[in-house]
């Protein structure tokens, strides 16, 4: 690895869910490309959990930038953030192209967050991670307004 690079050259802010109160129901970022990453990360943040609340999160494929035959990736879920005891927690979820059905034309991932029962506070951001070609910020999303 070349320590000289940039943080912004190596990992581009693909899509995010922008931080919220988010009732019981389940919210999807956008379908992103994979074909310009070695890696994808998901990041989630809880904030505050209403009692009895519950995270669930995963990593799905699909086919095209409209979620088209979307499935969930294997191995790619969190286990469940409950209120009790994970308030003010992160959790990150990687995958590689290896991980995705490639024979079966999936090129595209989404991160799929459900809340259960109360609104808790979450936010969450889709990253990639080693470019194939060009800076990785040639890649984020029109949200990334400052690379300081």
Known sequence: MNANLKYAER???LA????????????????????NFHRIAAVLETGAMTTGSTV???????????????????????????AASNGNN?????????DLDT???????????????????IAAQLLGINPRFAPASAFNQTG?????
Do not use: H, M
């Open 11 to 13: 990992v581009a802010v």
């Open 16 to 35: 995010t869910l922008d931080p919220v109160s988010q009732g019981a129901a389940t919210v999807v970022t956008a379908w992103v490309p994979t074909a």
């Open 56 to 82: 669930d999160a995963k990593l799905r494929q699909a086919t095209d930038a409209s979620g088209t035959n979307a499935k969930d990736i294997t191995g790619k879920a969190i286990a469940q953030l409950v």
């Open 90 to 98: 992160q959790v990150v979820i990687e995958c590689q192209s290896d």
């Open 103 to 121: 024979n079966g034309g999936f090129a595209y991932v989404a991160l799929s967050i459900t809340v259960g029962t109360a609104a808790s506070l």
């Open 144 to 148: 990334v307004k400052q690379l300081v």
